[in-house]
């Protein structure tokens, strides 16, 4: 079984910083890209950032210069520095990872849970 879990969600005031935590456990033999997506109230999930095993990344345009992703590969663990944050950031925030299992021959796609940031005054 392989699992993702979140930390590091909450509430903020504009301008302010958060990082978001995902760590991935299991059986895992290796992960290739990962990545963070969000989903606000009323509106379709996506994407934020993401990040390749070699460390290369691409954000959407509404985050980039603010929002940092990054990833401990020796801790299969991703982050999301998000600073200069905004009332729009405000959403579900949801990792994602391509994780290959001990025994496969090919990539699965795992979600974690979803933790709440919320920018407000």
């Known amino acids: 079984q392989v699992q993702l879990v979140e930390s590091g969600g909450g509430l903020v005031q504009p301008g302010g910083s958060l990082r978001l935590s995902c760590a991935a456990s299991?059986?895992?033999?290796?992960?290739?890209?990962m990545g963070w997506y969000r989903q606000a109230p009323g509106k379709q999930r996506e994407l934020v950032a993401v990040i390749t095993s070699g460390g290369s990344t691409d954000y959407a345009d509404s985050v980039k210069g603010r929002f940092t992703i990054s990833r401990d590969n020796a801790k299969n663990t991703e982050y999301l520095q998000m600073d200069s944050l905004k009332p729009e950031d405000t959403a579900v925030y949801y990792c994602?990872?391509?994780?290959?299992?001990?025994?496969?021959?090919?990539?699965?796609?795992?979600w974690g849970q979803g933790t709440q940031v919320t920018v407000s005054s």
């Open positions: 994602n990872a391509k994780i290959k299992r001990y025994g496969d021959s090919y990539d699965r796609n795992y």
């Open positions: 299991g059986s895992i033999f290796s992960i290739n890209g």
